[in-house]
């Protein structure tokens, strides 16, 4: 029953973009959150749906925001390493590897922190 809860709220419009595998690591995740939230559940409540379905989406949210530290930390690198690459004699930034990392980081390349 959990896990027909937990595919059926991945196809919510907040979570339907995602691809295949992070939709996997997020219902394996939610999964585990609920199970060993189970032991603090209090049984007096009228709707365990409400408190599993919370817990679902409080796992989901934060594995897509592991995903994004993880994505923007890869860019923040990127960019220090085509600074470097720039500040070497010898490698115009047009060279294959800088077109290659500003293709990946597309209109983030030219923004300024």
């Not at 029953?1 to 991945?10: E, G, H, P, T, V």
């Not at 939709?23 to 585990?32: A, C, F, P, T």
């Not at 365990?48 to 679902?56: D, H, I, L, N, R």
């Given at each position: 029953?959990?896990?027909?809860?937990?595919?059926?709220?991945?196809n919510h419009s907040n979570f339907r973009n995602y691809s295949k595998e992070l939709?996997?690591?997020?219902?394996?995740?939610?999964?585990?959150k609920v199970?060993?939230?189970l032991k603090n559940y209090?049984?007096?409540?009228n709707n365990?749906?409400?408190?599993?379905?919370?817990?679902?989406y409080n796992a989901f949210l934060t594995i897509i925001g592991k995903h994004y530290k993880h994505i923007n930390t890869k860019k923040e690198l990127l960019k220090k390493f085509m600074s470097e690459?720039?500040?070497i004699s010898g490698i115009?930034?047009?060279?294959?590897?800088s077109k290659c990392i500003q293709n990946y980081l597309g209109s983030d390349a030219n923004q300024d922190d």
């Open positions: 029953m959990l896990l027909a809860i937990a595919n059926k709220f991945l939709k996997e690591d997020m219902r394996s995740y939610g999964l585990y199970i060993r939230g209090n049984f007096k409540f365990p749906f409400s408190w599993v379905t919370q817990a679902f690459l720039e500040g115009s930034p047009n060279n294959a590897i």
